[in-house]
């Protein structure tokens, strides 16, 4: 049963940011509905190929693992490719590729997300395949022993063999202690060691169900044709009635001994680096104006080769050989506002410091110069534009979106909300995120001792 | 909202890797491609206009192989300053007039060629032709700038140095082509780097850019009028000849040959190459097919099954050609824990001498067709990837028909040709490379 249906056109287009903004004709229309089991479903038409991107977006990450098992979402995640009671392990894969298409899944804090993409007219069997592992996955011991290996390999080739990659582990471990997101997504070693098959099915039982989910189809396909697959596949897939249950998020955002750098000095380190971790408050639409500003602020400060950053450190005092800030707050719980730097040869990591406290300060005493805001608004917005482009960046801007629970319109509102800022409210965001005292400082240097 | 979707996140799997920059192209599902000429110009086109976009990619004969020996690092070099001031627009005045445009100009080096990517909205294309037009004839390379990026350039031969898996290609590189020109670094050493003068990247610049060793690809909005006068306008000036020196062509180095280089951590990360097909090999597409079968299709080939699912001894591994102008090679990657590395070498052999040895099974083969062939349409469905598409095809020097003929060549591939294919393969001659805890063998 289909409870509501709706679509939408939407102002993507509009880059006419000093003027009156007035929706494009040639938006993208997004589509909207849900089932009577709770699945969301949003459909992004996009008939320039006869391809499409089939997406399944569960609101559970590693944000909501139980304590002392960190790694199961994306260790479960890994498991959902091993077979089900209809599909042999191995097979999942090897049947979307026979069918000429290929698929992926992926694990963050807030989501875990599937997805093939293929010829159009195989939309029906993928739905039917994701269906089947969403309640009917098998999950054997001898197959989660093999599995838990190819994660381990997994953790040493993107954490453990890259200094730069335990530096930010540390860095957040550090920032978001006392919330889910001290603990790294792919999970601790020693907890991912000890995962198990129980474990897995725990989860599984879980979060795993149409409630829970949300459907995304960007591509040559229509919402009536999504719909009526939808229901034929995900249709009777029974409801758990159990949404994830709430997480402790930080209203305190002063971090334990902020003055204090977390400094990682390892022998396999060739070129230093420094990074500032800021914490933001929870995202909440009614405070969106200020995360708008956020992402203002991050574009003046550190967005590129004509942000303040780049200008003043790179190339007028020469002492940093790359820079750049970014805001992230599309997050359940606490976002981060980012500031990365690489040094110039013989800068020492202290002056470089004090040289970009330096730049926030300026503008957290005044307000960015129009040509600034206007350049940075503009890079915004038409980034958005760009990513228009493809149907699999449609279908993860909405996906993502939908998994912090904002709906297609908040997502393409953002584009006036970036409109609206002004002047005085990047001032503010500067004054109110860049608080030292809410940070956590890296220091990456060559060392000794791995 | 864009640059709020960077949370960390884990995937499932890696797709491979390719030493060279050339994509591995491979149908029906492409779009109507028009040539276009402009005198003794060509571009390749997919004219759009569903969405408000342009997406031009330029490539000039001439990468990163071409820098004299004792100037390694130069066409990197140049193409770092593409962008950073042309005409009278100094550095930061070309970048701003970018940002305000939303024009987003861009170049890269590989080993062949020199390749820039232009970005545009519809509205904004006069000033972004205009730009693209200073860039490529007039650009500035000031002294500022230049010194700008030889630091940041020398911070990527840095980085490079502390990433095992660029650590053991660059090595495998030298192992594979010797004193050979691919066998360099393309960012060049610290030394030949801090040599290296304006009036270097000057003559560079005045020797490469012309028109008979230019590529164009073109797709969006835009029709075959614009184009022309856009390749008259932005092109037309350039030299009509290059002036670069001639790649000798060279075959990859014959192993058994291993080198280890020791790095501390739980891991192996290990690279292996022997000779490959080139791209006009009449065996190409049989070789194409069967390395899709043993190692190039991610998660359906057999070295996932076997490396990966069957025994868990590694995230990610991959193998397949990657092809240069003037040599081909076969190579591979895997990477594994200090105590199983050998393991998943072995296992790669052996599933090497397999493939030679027993012929695939006919569904096998029929399930590599329709995956090969199925999934060219999804390098179609986007601008920015059709560009790739129509690029990377005039780079591999093959005609405009391709896109229409690919698919069929494929499906013309046999279980005796794949085999035939394989035997190519040595998996007791290999060139191989390991960094991190355990010296490979190839006993």
Redesign the interface.
């Given at each position: 049963m289909i409870s509501s249906a709706k679509s939408f056109y939407a102002a993507l287009?509009c880059?006419c940011l000093l003027t009156a903004c007035t929706p494009a004709p040639?938006g993208p229309k997004v589509g909207t509905a849900r089932l009577a089991n709770g699945l969301e479903i949003i459909v992004i038409p996009?008939?320039?190929?006869?391809?499409m991107t089939h997406m399944l977006w569960y609101r559970v990450g590693s944000a909501d693992e139980p304590k002392g098992k960190s790694g199961i979402a994306?260790f479960f995640?890994?498991l959902m490719?091993?077979g089900t009671e209809n599909i042999p392990?191995?097979e999942f894969?090897?049947t979307v590729?026979?069918?000429?298409?290929?698929?992926?899944?992926?694990?963050?804090?807030?989501y875990t997300a599937y997805f093939q993409?293929?010829?159009k007219d195989k939309l029906a069997q993928m739905m039917a395949m994701e269906a089947e592992r969403m309640q009917k996955l098998i999950i054997k011991d001898d197959i989660v022993?093999?599995?838990?290996?190819?994660?381990?390999?997994?953790r040493?080739?993107?954490v453990?063999?890259?200094?730069?990659s335990l530096l930010?582990e540390k860095m957040?471990h550090r920032l978001h202690k006392g919330t889910a997101y001290e603990v790294?997504?792919?999970g601790w070693r020693a907890e991912i060691e000890k995962l198990n098959a129980a474990d897995a099915t725990a989860f599984y039982r879980r979060y795993y169900a149409p409630d829970n989910a949300v459907l995304v189809v960007a591509?040559a396909v229509t919402l009536d044709e999504v719909l009526a697959l939808a229901q034929t596949h995900y249709g009777a897939l029974q409801a758990s009635g159990r949404p994830r249950a709430p997480r402790q998020v930080a209203t305190d955002l002063t971090v334990a001994q902020y003055e204090q750098a977390e400094v990682l000095a390892d022998?396999?380190?060739?070129?230093p680096s420094w990074q500032r971790l800021y914490r933001l408050p929870q995202y909440q639409p009614a405070n969106k104006r200020q995360f708008a500003a956020a992402?203002v602020l991050?574009?003046i400060l550190g967005g590129?080769?004509?942000a303040r950053l780049y200008?003043e450190l790179?190339?007028t005092q020469?002492l940093a050989?790359?820079i750049g800030a970014?805001?992230?707050?599309?997050?359940l719980d606490n976002?981060e506002f980012m500031i990365y730097a690489?040094p110039?040869?013989q800068v020492d990591l202290a002056r470089l410091a004090a040289a970009i406290d330096d730049e926030i300060a300026k503008l957290q005493n005044a307000i960015p110069d129009a040509?600034a805001l206007?350049?940075a608004k503009?890079?915004?917005v038409?980034?958005?534009?760009?990513?228009?482009?493809?149907?699999?960046s449609m279908a993860?801007?909405f996906g993502?979106?939908a998994m912090i629970g904002l709906s297609p319109e908040d997502?393409l509102a953002?584009v006036d909300e970036i409109d609206a800022v002004r002047a005085e409210d990047v001032q503010r965001a500067a004054q109110n995120f860049l608080v030292p005292a809410h940070a956590v400082t890296g220091h990456l240097k060559m060392g000794d001792?791995? | 909202m864009l640059r709020r979707f960077r949370s960390p996140y884990f995937i499932h799997g890696l797709i491979g890797f390719c030493l060279c920059m050339m994509m591995s192209v491979g149908a029906q599902a492409a779009p109507p491609v028009q040539s276009v000429k402009w005198r003794d110009m060509e571009a390749w086109l997919v004219s759009d206009n569903s969405l408000p976009l342009i997406t031009m990619k330029m490539a000039w004969r001439g990468g990163t192989a071409s820098d004299p020996s004792d100037k390694s690092g130069l066409t990197m070099l140049m193409s770092r300053l593409m962008n950073e001031g042309a005409g009278d627009l100094p550095s930061r005045a070309f970048q701003q007039a970018m940002a305000d445009n939303a024009i987003s100009l861009s170049f890269s080096a590989s080993r062949d060629e020199m390749t820039g990517t232009l970005r545009c909205l519809s509205r904004y294309r006069a000033m972004c032709f205009k730009l693209l037009r200073l860039a490529v004839t007039a650009p500035r390379f000031d002294a500022e700038a230049v010194t700008r990026m030889k630091r940041e350039q020398a911070t990527a031969i840095l980085r490079s140095q502390q990433n095992p898996r660029s650590i053991a290609n660059q090595e495998l590189m030298r192992l594979a082509f010797g004193t050979h020109a691919y066998g360099r670094i393309g960012n060049g050493t610290q030394d030949s780097l801090a040599a290296l003068e304006t009036s270097d990247i000057r003559a560079h610049y005045q020797a490469m850019l012309a028109r008979d060793n230019l590529h164009l690809a073109v797709v969006g909005d835009i029709g075959r009028a614009e184009l022309r006068r856009v390749m008259r306008d932005v092109f037309a000036p350039l030299p009509a000849h290059h002036n670069m020196p001639q790649i000798p062509a060279i075959e990859v180095q014959q192993g058994p040959q291993t080198r280890h280089i020791e790095r501390a951590g739980p891991q192996t990360s290990i690279v292996f190459a022997q000779a490959g097909l080139g791209h006009h090999h009449p065996m190409f597409f049989a070789d194409f097919v069967m390395n899709s079968i043993l190692g190039g299709s991610g998660f359906s080939s057999r070295l996932t099954a076997q490396v990966r699912e069957a025994r868990g001894l590694a995230y990610g591994v991959y193998s397949g050609t990657s092809n240069f102008q003037k040599a081909a090679m076969w190579n591979g990657s895997v990477a594994s824990d200090n105590a199983t590395a050998q393991e998943a070498v072995n296992v790669i052999r052996a599933e090497m001498r397999r493939i030679a040895q027993e012929p695939v099974s006919a569904e096998r083969l029929a399930a590599a067709k329709t995956y090969l062939t199925g999934n060219y349409a999804l390098r179609f469905d986007s601008g920015a990837k059709i560009a790739g598409q129509l690029l990377g095809v005039q780079l591999n020097g093959w005609p405009i028909s391709y896109f229409k003929t690919r698919n069929d060549k494929i499906n013309a591939v046999s279980q005796a040709d794949v085999q035939r294919a394989a035997k190519l393969l040595t998996p007791d001659r290999l060139l191989l490379v390991s960094v991190g805890g355990t010296a490979i063998t190839l006993d």
């Open positions: 287009i880059v040639d996009d008939f320039r190929a006869d391809v994306h995640e890994h490719f091993r392990p191995g894969s090897k590729a026979r069918l000429g298409g290929q698929d992926n899944a992926f694990t963050s804090y807030d993409r293929i010829a022993a093999i599995e838990r290996d190819v994660i381990l390999e997994e040493s080739m993107r453990d063999g890259r200094p730069a930010s957040r790294p997504v792919i591509g022998a396999r380190v060739r070129q992402d991050a574009e590129g080769l004509t200008q790179v190339v020469k050989v790359n970014y805001s992230d707050s599309s997050r976002g690489v110039a040869p040509d206007r350049r503009r890079q915004l038409s980034e958005l534009v760009f990513a228009r482009d493809s149907q699999q993860n801007i993502s979106a997502v953002w001792t791995p | -």
